[in-house]
């Protein structure tokens, strides 16, 4: 996903790598179903309200689900031949893509958190609406930074047509070059780590703010609930995209595939099991 091996593990039987497969699959698309659910009860049901950056951050949780199942979908996950070139090309494009935009859109959601929380500890008399720029950046960065990678892998994966390829296990397609993965890794490590500052900063603002915030005029303009969710998967994306990266890089290519797929699920459990989405959901007990 981030970076190439650079020691071939020892190649597993066809009976594993179909084994494999199933686990990455299932994981893929049990995240992905739980996603949509949480999203279209957002945006449809009329007691859930949520912030456009939540939003985003579920739909860009789907892409990437879709860029890493693109083959399944397709049918040509496990024919003996090779995937088109075309397919593999796309998959391979989008899959080196997506953790940048999941990364920016997770990113967005914390730096919302924080304008939100800035502005609760002004006065209400100095309380600010988001500007037009600040809302259009927290949109569009991450489909920018999406878009900008795709057009760069593009470019890299048409220029070596042969180094495209499918990977190990059968799970997805590649570019069998270095400079794609690295990027990705520098890109998504230095979000990560501007997230897990902020992150940290806005649990500095809160502890040393938490009374002033109760006792102001808007007190539950940050569900406490969902700044925690949110530092639990900030941190969770850290310790696993770092597993991931490790376990790719010359450990095991199923340990670091698994984790890759188990990220939606995870992103699924920490914001979508929240008390007024479940609620809808349980609708037999109203």
Excluded at 19 to 36: D, I, R, T
Excluded at 234 to 240: E, M, T
Aim: hydrophobic share 55%.
């Amino acid at each position: 996903m981030y970076m190439l091996p650079r020691s071939q593990p020892t190649p597993p039987t066809q009976d594993q790598e179909h084994a494999e497969l199933k686990v990455f699959l299932a994981f893929q698309f049990a995240g992905a179903a739980g996603l949509f659910a949480v999203l279209i009860t957002a945006v449809l049901a009329p007691k859930v309200y949520r912030h456009f950056t939540w939003l985003n951050f579920c739909i860009s949780w789907l892409i990437y689900c879709v860029s890493y199942t693109l083959l399944a979908f397709s049918g040509q996950q496990l024919r003996p031949e090779p995937p088109s070139y075309p397919l593999c090309l796309s998959q391979a494009v989008l899959i080196y893509a997506a953790p940048v935009l999941v990364a920016m859109s997770t990113f967005s959601l914390v730096l919302q958190l924080w304008f939100t929380l800035s502005n609760a500890l002004r006065p209400s008399k100095q309380t600010r609406k988001a500007s037009m720029w600040q809302n259009g950046f927290l949109l569009l960065a991450p489909y920018v930074a999406w878009l900008g990678f795709i057009i760069t892998m593009l470019v890299i994966g048409t220029q070596n047509p042969s180094k495209v390829q499918r990977a190990g296990a059968l799970v997805y397609c590649t570019i069998k070059a270095g400079a794609p993965g690295n990027a990705t890794a520098i890109v998504v490590a230095a979000i990560l780590l501007a997230m897990v500052v902020l992150d940290v900063y806005i649990g500095t603002v809160l502890y040393k703010n938490w009374r002033a915030l109760r006792g102001s005029d808007h007190p539950g303009a940050i569900p406490f609930s969902l700044i925690v969710r949110v530092a639990i998967f900030s941190f969770v994306c850290v310790v696993g995209i770092g597993c991931a990266f490790l376990f790719l890089s010359n450990i095991s290519f199923f340990a670091g595939n698994t984790i890759i797929a188990l990220m939606p699920l995870i992103a699924f459990l920490v914001f979508g099991t929240q008390r007024d989405i479940i609620g809808v959901w349980m609708f037999w007990r109203r």
